[in-house]
C-alpha cells in the first residue's frame, strides 16, 4: 500500500508556464514533506522541503504548498525552463525516524 | 565535495555469483542509507546506518548483506540473487541520523544491476 502518491505519472508544460505537481499521503504520522529532482542517469537532488507546521515554502521559482487536511502538496514551478525536464519525487518523513518514503514520481517535460 | 560516489555504474551477475556494490562520500556525514528503486516504481528505503551502526534493516533478505567498513564507505555485499532483484540501487548520505528528512539527503547515481 502505497503511502506517498504521485497520481500523474508525467505533465507537458510550455516554457515560461506555471507546472504543478501534485503529491497525497495517507499516513498522518508524516510531519516533514520533500521534493527531489532527478535527472536520467543521476541520483535524485534535493530541491525543496516544508514542515507540517506550514503551509507554504517559497525559493526563488519553486514554491510547495502543504494542505495538511486533505493531505496532499503540491509543487509550483514558475516560470517553467526547459533545465526542469525531469522526474520529479515527492517524498514524506518522520521527525526521529530515518529514511524517506517516495512516491512514484512524475516525469515533467517543459515543451519550448 | 558534496558528492556521493557509487561504483560500479552498471553490474551484471547471475544467480550464484557473489558481487559487492560500494558507496563513499567525504562530506562528514554520519548517516548512510540503501534504496532500492525497480522501474515505475518509488526508490525504496532497504538499510540505513547511522554512526556506522545498522540502525534500520526494512526487513531485506539476507541475500543482501550491507557493510560500513567506515564513515566515509557503505557496502552492499550481493549473494544468490534472483532475477527480480534487478533493479537501480541507490546510495545516500546525510549530515545527522534520525533527523526525519529535515537533513538533505545526497543521493548517489545508483547502481544498475541486472542479475541473469
Known amino acids: 500500500d502505497q503511502q506517498v502518491k504521485q497520481n500523474s505519472p508525467s505533465l507537458s508544460v510550455q516554457e515560461g508556464r506555471i507546472s504543478i505537481l501534485n503529491c497525497d499521503y495517507t499516513?498522518?504520522?508524516?510531519?516533514?514533506f520533500l521534493w527531489y529532482k532527478k535527472y536520467p542517469a543521476e541520483g535524485p537532488t534535493f530541491l525543496i522541503s516544508?514542515?507540517?507546521?506550514?503551509d507554504k515554502n517559497e525559493d526563488g521559482r519553486f514554491t510547495v504548498f502543504l494542505n495538511k487536511s486533505a493531505k496532499h502538496l503540491s509543487l509550483h514551478i514558475v516560470p517553467s525552463q526547459p533545465g526542469d525536464s525531469a522526474v520529479y519525487f515527492c517524498?514524506?518523513?518522520?521527525?526521529?525516524?530515518?529514511?524517506?518514503?517516495f512516491g512514484k514520481g512524475t516525469h515533467l517535460i517543459i515543451q519550448p | 565535495d558534496t558528492e556521493v560516489t557509487q561504483t560500479p555504474k552498471h553490474l551484471v551477475m547471475g544467480m550464484t555469483n557473489k558481487k559487492s556494490l560500494k558507496c563513499e562520500q567525504h562530506?562528514?556525514?554520519?548517516?548512510m542509507y540503501w534504496y532500492k528503486q525497480k522501474a515505475k516504481k518509488p526508490p525504496e528505503l532497504m538499510f540505513v546506518?547511522?554512526?556506522?551502526?545498522?540502525?534500520i534493516n526494512e526487513s531485506v533478505p539476507s541475500r543482501f548483506s550491507p557493510e560500513c567498513p567506515n564513515s566515509s564507505l557503505l557496502n552492499l555485499h550481493l549473494h544468490a540473487l534472483q532475477p527480480e532483484d534487478s533493479a537501480l540501487y541507490l546510495c545516500?548520505?546525510?549530515?545527522?541520523?534520525?533527523?526525519?528528512?529535515?537533513?538533505?539527503?545526497?543521493f548517489g547515481p545508483g547502481t544498475r544491476l541486472t542479475v541473469l
Open positions: 545516500a548520505s546525510s549530515q545527522f541520523p534520525l533527523a526525519g528528512g529535515r537533513d538533505e539527503q545526497f
Open positions: 499516513n498522518s504520522m508524516f510531519d516533514y
Open positions: 516544508i514542515s507540517s507546521i506550514k
Open positions: 517524498a514524506a518523513s518522520v521527525m526521529g525516524a530515518d529514511g524517506l518514503t
Open positions: 562530506m562528514g556525514h554520519r548517516a
Open positions: 546506518y547511522s554512526y556506522e551502526k545498522l540502525s
